[in-house]
């Protein structure tokens, strides 16, 4: 497979606790990803590089392996095939990159080789390789020249350099042997052991082996009161949450065509803002003219460079039982704006969508 398709491959995971990357394997129908990326969650969102967000179901989480699969009713059949190397395909010194979202950032690829195929750490095998491994590549593939899956990226050493760690395949084959038999309307966690699924929620212990399962591999992540209220508000807009999360207490959709952003600012503030719009090359006056004579209220207008942002702000302490309702509708208003501003600052004043905007929405 040529590297350039890998991009297509490659998606990004999100949800109330941050975010990670995954990658799609046609054969199964799978994305495979980390049991620490979606630990705690049923339901979780996967971007693909245009920033197209899908539901996915966590369907088997493995937390021995750290590894986990998710199921998507999508149509990924024009995705090409991903293949897996063989087991013992690496060797010390050969090219190897990583490929994910860092940080939740646009998709990159990284290259370095391998410093050790079989590094044992924790009663464990992995791969150890000096290519940059940073938090969000976490659940993403390790690949070799061919572009072949060759490792899951795993994780970082705190405080070591140019030491990056990866899942090594034969431990992603045996999770995937499991995927003919699995039920994909339900959470199941395979056992460490004997492999065996366990969907049952009141099983302590592996009905087949006996093998006690990790504590809490159960329960889900409860929501805040906060991320239950701005949800509330996404819903009225016909917006799925599920899709809009962007870590804790953090949002990011679309609505039309302008982004939308909602987030907690300085542990005080829940800021709801979008980028709508760049101001023209020239003829400038007559755009900045409008925004410093009408009144946008209760939204404010801002401009960084030549980014004009529409924004509506509120203290914390200021959303009660009394004032939630109103709040929220500003909050609905502030996404409806948006939609209609930055096309009417198009049409008018001959600005630029911005390059934060949906084309064609």
């Known amino acids: 497979m040529e590297q350039n398709n890998l991009y297509r491959l490659v998606f990004k995971v999100t949800h109330t606790g941050g975010s990670g990357s995954c990658f799609y394997l ?14 705690g969650f049923r339901t979780v969102a996967v971007h693909d590089n245009d920033r197209n967000p899908y539901e996915a179901r966590v369907v088997v989480v493995n937390p021995e392996s750290d590894l986990a699969l998710l199921a998507v009713d999508g149509d990924f059949s024009a995705l090409p095939e991903l293949e897996i190397a063989a087991d013992d395909s690496l060797e010390i010194g050969r090219k190897i990159y990583v490929a994910g979202y860092p940080y939740g950032m646009p998709f990159t690829v990284t290259e370095g080789s391998v410093s050790a195929p079989r ?25 070799d020249e061919a572009g072949r899956v060759v490792g899951v990226t795993v994780s970082k050493i705190t405080q070591a350099d140019n030491m990056g760690f990866g899942i090594r395949v034969e431990t992603l084959r045996k999770l995937l042997e499991s995927a003919a038999e699995l039920d994909r309307t339900l959470f199941q966690v395979q056992c460490g052991s004997c492999d065996s699924l366990i969907a049952e929620e009141e099983e302590e212990f592996c009905p087949s082996c006996g093998d006690k399962l990790p504590e809490g591999v159960f329960d889900e992540r409860e929501q805040s009161p906060l991320g239950a209220f701005v949800e509330s508000a996404i819903r009225q807009m016909g917006i799925n949450p599920v899709l809009a999360r962007d870590g804790y207490d953090a949002w990011l959709f679309h609505k039309g065509s302008s982004e939308i952003r909602i987030f907690v600012y300085d542990g005080n503030y829940l800021f ?23 009144d946008f209220g209760p939204y404010k207008l801002g401009i960084e460079g030549r980014q004009i942002y529409i924004a509506y702000r509120i203290h914390l302490s200021d959303i009660t039982d009394e004032s939630e309702d109103e709040i929220r509708q500003h909050i609905v208003g502030l996404a409806l704006r948006a939609d209609e501003m930055d096309n009417m600052l198009v049409e008018r004043f001959g600005c630029e969508f911005s390059e934060y905007s949906k084309a064609g929405a």
């Open 26 to 39: 046609k054969q199964y129908d799978l994305f495979v990803t980390n049991y620490h990326v979606v630990e």
């Open 119 to 143: 590094q044992l750490l924790n009663g464990k095998y992995y791969i150890q390789t000096d290519a940059a491994v940073n938090p969000g590549n976490s659940g993403g593939p390790m690949l």
């Open 272 to 294: 709801a803002t979008s980028p709508i719009n760049l101001l023209p090359k020239k003829e400038v006056e007559p755009v900045l003219d409008y925004m410093l004579s009408e």
